[in-house]
């Protein structure tokens, strides 16, 4: 049981440059989500998929599309990336249901946009 | 918009003392609060939540509280040890649905010094 999975690890990207983010997660859980943390800024939404089949903007969803491709997994694309978008990446998933309401992490993606 | 307030950015204590984290948030209908501890290059992983119709709650030398009325909850952390160093994020969430989000704290640098 992996838990969440995330690829790739690192990446440096040029300005206009574009790229996918992958997650998966083998709890068959309902929900999943991506978050961007900044240096003093918490982690923040970009977009989440309540469940299959349907996704919805966060915080801060400019710049970005997500793909639910089934169950198991969530992609992040950045179609043409700025340097503002230079981050640590996060996936997450949740199951849909009573308490805990605990969502799990992957590892995280570092991306560097230059 | 909600947001979530977190104090303070960074703490030193010294092993064996107590450790407090405080957070406010802003959206009255938040009903869940989890604490997440992030360790360097690892993603986020729950150590302890509490609901909304709960003030107290502890699970061996950690304990969160919560006041709705002044919407503020905090983590309190006892005996602290050096692996208790660690980047501490608290959150507030409105749960129960597809269409959960949380919103997170700043984050708490933690370092304990042994």
């Known amino acids: 049981n992996a838990g969440v999975t995330q690829t790739p690890k690192f990446q440096v990207l040029k300005t206009g440059q574009s790229m996918t983010l992958q997650c998966a997660q083998d709890?068959?859980?309902?929900?999943m989500y991506w978050y961007r943390q900044d240096p003093g800024m918490g982690l923040r939404l970009i977009y989440y998929?309540?469940?299959?089949?349907?996704?919805d903007k966060g915080e801060v969803p400019n710049g970005y599309n997500v793909s639910r491709l089934n169950k198991r997994e969530f992609s992040l694309r950045l179609e043409s990336a700025a340097p503002s978008q230079t981050s640590v990446y996060f996936c997450?998933?949740?199951?849909?249901?009573?308490?805990?309401?605990?969502?799990?992490f992957g590892p995280g993606t570092r991306l560097t946009v230059t | 918009g909600e947001n979530v307030e977190q104090h303070p950015s960074t703490l030193s204590v010294q092993e064996g003392d107590s450790a407090v984290i405080k957070c406010t948030y802003s959206?009255?209908?938040?009903?869940?609060f989890p604490w997440y501890k992030q360790e360097l290059g690892k993603g986020p992983q729950l150590i302890i939540d509490?609901?909304?119709?709960?003030g107290e709650k502890k699970d061996q030398r950690i304990a969160v509280t919560l006041n709705k009325t002044a919407k503020h909850f905090s983590l309190h952390i006892t005996e602290t040890q050096p692996e208790d160093s660690a980047v501490y994020f608290c959150?507030?969430?409105?749960?129960?649905?597809?269409?959960?989000?949380?919103?997170f704290g700043a984050g708490t640098r933690l370092f304990v010094k042994a």
């Open positions: 997450a998933s949740r199951d849909r249901g009573p308490y805990p309401y605990e969502q799990y």
């Open positions: 709890m068959n859980h309902n929900s």
């Open positions: 998929s309540a469940s299959e089949g349907t996704t």
């Open positions: 959206d009255s209908a938040s009903n869940y």
């Open positions: 509490i609901r909304s119709n709960v």
């Open positions: 959150a507030a969430s409105r749960g129960g649905t597809g269409g959960f989000k949380t919103i």
